[in-house]
């Protein structure tokens, strides 16, 4: 009944739906317009994403009226885990990630060909957080990713987007221009606070905006109150 934007990355995907996060203050935004469709998978990286596309995006919806008005593609911060830490189960060497994005973007556009995909890049990293918050055993005390290779990773991305024509998000450089980004924007040096997907949601609003999709062009699914007849309530209803 309603159009759908699938969000489709990594934990800040997954997370997104959580009390204040991006993909819920989407939903709220998008009430009676857009159905937003979760597709988050925490700890994946490209290669695991490519690995299970036909899994997540199934072909049930052919026809141009059933595809999605837009995907966000949320990839990177696991794909920068460093290959010499803990982390180095999720890493994905820079070039090997460029040409991931450029498969997810193929397969994207090649089953939906009007639907709007939105490259987000990953985040900067605050390292002395990643520290406080190990999610495994630490033998060598030093942090499993770096700002510098998340901002490398971010820079390839949007080298991507502007290489398969699509829109992009560069959430690394936005996040640093935060005062105190380190703690405003991360809740342990990766993962996002409200401040952080307050951001998050305001540039996906304003990317899908540039591409004419906003709710000044949406429609409402079904009549709403103010528009049914207090005298003839069901005449509201006819034609539905």
């Not at 159905?35 to 299970?52: E, I, P």
Request: charged letters at 20%; a negative charge.
């Amino acid at each position: 009944m309603r159009p759908k934007i699938y969000l489709f990355g990594d934990s800040i995907t997954e997370m997104s739906f959580d009390e204040g996060g991006w993909g819920a203050s989407l939903v709220k935004h998008f009430n009676r317009t857009v159905d937003l469709v979760l597709r988050g998978y925490s700890g994946y990286n490209t290669r695991w994403a490519l690995k299970v596309l036909e899994k997540v995006f199934p072909a049930t919806e052919k026809s141009e009226s059933e595809s999605p008005l837009a995907v966000t593609v949320f990839f990177g911060a696991n794909d920068a885990s460093l290959a010499d830490r803990y982390s180095a189960f999720q890493h994905v060497p820079l070039e090997e990630f460029k040409h991931n994005l450029h498969s997810i973007v193929a397969f994207l556009k090649g089953r939906w060909p009007t639907t709007e995909v939105i490259l987000i890049s990953p985040p900067p990293i605050d390292e002395p957080s990643r520290l406080l918050y190990p999610y495994a055993e630490n033998k060598l005390g030093l942090p499993e990713r770096t700002n510098e290779a998340a901002g490398n990773y971010a820079k390839a991305c949007l080298a991507v987007a502007a290489e398969c024509g699509v829109s992009a998000i560069d959430l690394w450089t936005r996040m640093q221009q935060i005062p105190g980004w380190q703690t405003a924007c991360l809740s342990d040096g990766l993962h996002l606070t409200q401040t952080g997907n307050k951001i998050v949601f305001e540039e996906v609003l304003e990317a899908l905006k540039k591409k004419g999709l906003s709710l000044e062009t949406l429609p409402v699914d079904l009549p709403q109150i103010n528009d049914v007849d207090p005298n003839d309530p069901l005449k509201s209803f006819e034609g539905i």
